[in-house]
Each structure stands twice: as C-alpha cells, then as structure tokens.
C-alpha cells in the first residue's frame, strides 16, 4: 500500500507470484474504485522449484518492492519485485544460479530512498538484485560489522525511516524478549532500544507488530 501523506488518499496493491501471469489489481481511495493493471511477470526457473514472496513491500522513489525467492530441494535462488505505482509497470531482478538454502538471513529496508538489502549471514553477495536499478544498495559494512559481534540474538525484521534504520533481533537465551537496533547513516551510530519482555507463549516473532514514527507497519 503506497499512501500520500498530504491527501491522505492510498493506493493498495493486490498481486501475488504464479506459474502464469494475473492481473494486478489496483484500489484508488480518492476515486474509490478498483482497476485491473498488467500482470506480474513469470518469474524465471532457475531451480525447478517454487517462487514465494517473502514479507511485506517497501516503498522508494514511487515504486514499491519485494523480496522473493525459489526453493527447490534445498536450494534457493532470490530475487527482488519492482511495482512502478505511476507506469503500473512490473520490472524484476534474479540471482542467476542458486547459491545456498538460506533466506532467512535476507532482509530489504527502504533507507532515504533507497532499497537496502540487508544480508546478515553474508552466504552471497547479491550483485545480481543490485540490477534492478541504482535505487538498490547493499547493507552498510559497519552494520555487517557489527552483527559478527552479537552471539546471543539474531535480526528477524528490519525497517527504514528516513535516513534510520530499526532492525529487530530476537534473542536466542529470552524467548520472550526482543531487541531492537537503531542505526542512524547520517551519523554512522548504532543504538539499542530498550530490552522488551513479551507475555510468555506469544511464540514466533512474525505474531508481533512494529511501527516507525510514521506509522508504517510491517510484521
């Protein structure tokens, strides 16, 4: 969903990834109607396997953007989705060969409008998304840095404001507790929020909730 903040009218978009193209469908507040628009492309095989999409979209530069990926027997191949919300146009990115079976290390933040990919376990580079377009960058060394020094938590949902990021890291010893991670690019600082304890048996981390200033949510 892509909101403007000024007119506080949105646009939602209804698309998901098939074997054969479908439509997009398109809902405008301000006119209170839906339209169909062009379909998702056919993401390409790679691995013979299956395409899900990973997540919630982030919005950068009028566009709106999703992490995907193939799994087939093990191995995974990752891509990125591009929705033009002007063109209606879809344009997509994809690692041409898997490279190993883990996702759940990747991440995608929209950071002073840019796209980051956020890669904490490092299995590859992902110069291959990075071909979607100059609005995609790789995660700023200094926080690769600084997660190979964390040895009880590990990041499970990242979020972009402005030029801040909030990554949220669940704590591998306090099951019911999560820590989340300020980092600000302008000034190259990281913080820690304080420590959260959840009411026990709330279970997985995606149950949870977070939320910028702005009140983007992501989950």
């Known amino acids: 969903m892509a909101t403007n903040e000024e007119s506080g009218h949105y646009k939602l978009v209804v698309a998901g990834i098939h074997e054969l193209p479908v439509n997009t469908f398109i809902y405008d507040s301000a006119r209170n109607h839906w339209k169909d628009s062009s379909p998702v492309p056919t993401l390409p095989v790679v691995e013979s396997g ?8 982030v919005r950068a530069q009028g566009s709106l953007y999703w992490f995907a990926h193939e799994i087939d027997d093990g191995s995974v191949v990752r891509a990125l989705v591009k929705f033009d919300l ?3 146009e879809w344009t997509i990115a994809n690692e041409a060969e898997a490279i190993s079976d883990e996702v759940d290390g990747v991440h995608i933040a929209a950071l002073d409008e840019k796209v980051v990919l956020l890669d904490w376990e490092n299995y590859s580079p992902l110069v291959d998304l990075l071909q979607l377009g100059p609005e995609i ?18 990041p499970v949902w990242s979020i972009g404001q402005g030029q ?14 999560l820590k989340v991670l300020v980092y600000d690019q302008s000034k190259g600082t990281t913080t820690w929020l304080p ?6 048996g709330l279970g997985s ?11 983007r949510a992501f989950a």
Not at 137 to 154: H, P
Not at 170 to 175: A, G, M, N, R, S
Not at 205 to 215: E, G, I, M, Q, V
């Open 86 to 88: 002007q063109r209606e």
């Open 137 to 154: 960058k790789l995660m700023d060394g200094r926080l690769k840095d600084f997660d190979k020094m964390l040895d009880d938590c590990y």
């Open 50 to 57: 299956e395409w899900i999409c990973c997540g919630k979209s």
């Open 205 to 215: 981390h995606k149950s949870l909730w977070a939320f910028t200033p702005s009140f």
């Open 195 to 200: 420590i959260r304890e959840w009411p026990p």
């Open 164 to 177: 801040v990021l909030y990554v949220v890291f669940e704590d591998f010893w306090l099951k019911d507790s």
